[in-house]
């Protein structure tokens, strides 16, 4: 007798058919081949099938995939995931008396799921998703170690949860409930969020009425950035971080600066030794920071520039104050200051110095 089900023997795909009562009447070479501790097909049925091929968490719906499609003589699919984490597209076709079960690796939703696992879940940097209620609904692995807790002790909660947990802290909830509503609200964020002494680059998307982030320490390039604009004998700002200021500064507001010139101390350097031009340089520095008021730059070639907050009310009381306290310091005879007060409108050619300095 010629099998009706010949046909199907040797195509690449796992078929199966399935009769009424849920026994295989049927397996194709391929799908033998996915079984390969049973011997006996005869006596198979779809249930056990399904958890020898590592759907067992999906048996409910496929069985009554089965079901619907015996119903309704329509044709269905369904992805599923198996045990080992590879999607697979179940097709079911009616047949007359019996139900064909294909079942196909779906290589483009693996290979999503891989890309997935390299990009997102193993990344280095933290990355999450809040659903539109603002609790979390993905984090990745980055993101669990970190705050040494299971994906399922975060899952659901709230950023306020997570305070209360005690795994953020007030403030850190505060900049993320001001970045997630900038994001809801503008469609995007981008900014810097500090955790304790860490900084982190944070982006964030809305992505279905959610946010989406990624957010990247960025601790040691923001510390290495700093060194390479502080000055190291006087661990004030230098001339790259004032060039900076200036840049950001409003055209249309005038500011004012106090610029103290040391004016030979080119010469000390030469006749008196590096050591001690430096040390002329720190008691001078020393002086500057007592001046809560001013923020106080080192320009090599030029002294110190304080930055007002805002102008005296008497620039000229203010000077005189300042030459005062100036002149009781205990800076080197040798060591000729000269104090001059500029402002941005008044100086404009000194400023494009600086910023080309």
């Given at each position: 007798?010629?099998?009706?089900?010949q046909?199907y023997?040797?195509?690449?795909?796992?078929?199966?058919v399935?009769?009424?009562?849920g026994?295989?009447?049927?397996?194709?070479?391929?799908?033998?081949?996915?079984?390969?501790?049973?011997?006996?097909f005869?006596?198979l049925?779809f249930?056990?099938?399904?958890?020898?091929?590592?759907?067992?968490?999906?048996?409910?719906?496929?069985?009554?995939?089965?079901?619907i499609?015996f119903?309704?003589?329509?044709?269905?699919?369904l992805?599923?995931?198996?045990?080992?984490?590879?999607?697979?597209?179940?097709?079911t076709i009616?047949?007359?008396?019996?139900?064909?079960v294909?079942?196909?690796?779906?290589?483009?939703?693996?290979?999503?799921?891989?890309?997935?696992?390299?990009?997102?879940?193993?990344?280095?940097?933290?990355?999450?998703?809040?659903?539109?209620?603002?609790?979390y609904?993905?984090?990745?692995?980055?993101?669990?170690?970190?705050?040494?807790?299971?994906?399922?002790?975060?899952?659901?909660?709230?950023d306020?949860d997570?305070?209360?947990?005690?795994?953020?802290?007030?403030?850190?909830?505060?900049?993320?409930?001001?970045?997630?509503?900038?994001?809801?609200?503008?469609?995007?964020?981008?900014?810097i969020?500090?955790?304790?002494?860490?900084?982190?680059?944070?982006?964030?998307?809305?992505?279905?009425d959610?946010?989406?982030?990624?957010?990247?320490?960025?601790t040691?390039?923001?510390?290495?950035?700093q060194?390479?604009?502080?000055?190291?004998?006087?661990?004030?700002?230098?001339?790259?971080?004032?060039?900076?200021?200036?840049?950001?500064?409003?055209?249309?507001?005038?500011?004012?600066?106090?610029?103290?010139?040391?004016?030979?101390?080119?010469?000390?350097?030469?006749s008196?030794?590096?050591?001690?031009?430096?040390?002329?340089?720190?008691?001078?520095?020393?002086?500057?920071?007592?001046?809560?008021?001013?923020?106080?730059?080192?320009?090599?070639?030029?002294?110190?520039?304080?930055?007002?907050?805002?102008?005296?009310?008497?620039?000229?009381?203010f000077?005189?104050?300042?030459?005062e306290?100036?002149?009781?310091?205990?800076?080197?005879?040798?060591?000729?200051?000269?104090v001059?007060?500029?402002?941005?409108?008044?100086?404009?050619?000194?400023f494009?110095?600086?910023?080309?300095?």
């Amino acid at each position: 007798m010629v099998n009706p089900y010949q046909l199907y023997e040797f195509l690449s795909h796992a078929l199966l058919v399935v009769s009424p009562d849920g026994r295989c009447d049927y397996l194709n070479r391929e799908a033998k081949r996915l079984l390969p501790t049973i011997h006996d097909f005869s006596q198979l049925t779809f249930d056990e099938i399904i958890g020898h091929f590592g759907f067992s968490a999906d048996r409910e719906h496929l069985t009554k995939l089965i079901a619907i499609t015996f119903h309704t003589q329509q044709r269905k699919e369904l992805t599923l995931k198996d045990r080992n984490g590879q999607f697979a597209t179940v097709n079911t076709i009616p047949l007359e008396g019996a139900v064909l079960v294909e079942f196909g690796v779906n290589t483009q939703l693996s290979r999503w799921r891989d890309i997935f696992k390299f990009v997102v879940e193993d990344s280095e940097d933290m990355i999450f998703y809040k659903g539109k209620d603002l609790t979390y609904e993905y984090v990745n692995k980055a993101y669990t170690d970190y705050y040494n807790l299971s994906p399922r002790e975060i899952l659901s909660s709230s950023d306020v949860d997570l305070v209360n947990m005690g795994v953020l802290s007030p403030v850190l909830q505060y900049q993320c409930q001001q970045s997630d509503e900038e994001a809801l609200k503008n469609g995007c964020f981008s900014g810097i969020e500090v955790c304790g002494d860490r900084y982190y680059q944070a982006v964030k998307r809305r992505i279905n009425d959610g946010v989406f982030c990624i957010s990247r320490d960025i601790t040691e390039d923001i510390r290495l950035r700093q060194e390479t604009e502080r000055d190291l004998v006087t661990g004030l700002q230098n001339e790259q971080s004032l060039a900076k200021v200036i840049k950001s500064l409003s055209k249309e507001k005038e500011h004012h600066f106090i610029v103290i010139y040391l004016e030979n101390l080119g010469q000390i350097s030469k006749s008196k030794g590096i050591t001690y031009s430096r040390q002329c340089i720190q008691q001078v520095s020393h002086f500057v920071r007592e001046y809560s008021e001013l923020l106080f730059f080192y320009v090599e070639g030029i002294g110190f520039i304080g930055l007002f907050d805002k102008m005296p009310k008497n620039p000229d009381h203010f000077y005189h104050h300042f030459m005062e306290k100036l002149h009781q310091q205990h800076v080197p005879s040798q060591l000729e200051i000269s104090v001059m007060l500029k402002s941005t409108q008044s100086d404009p050619e000194f400023f494009q110095f600086i910023k080309k300095h």
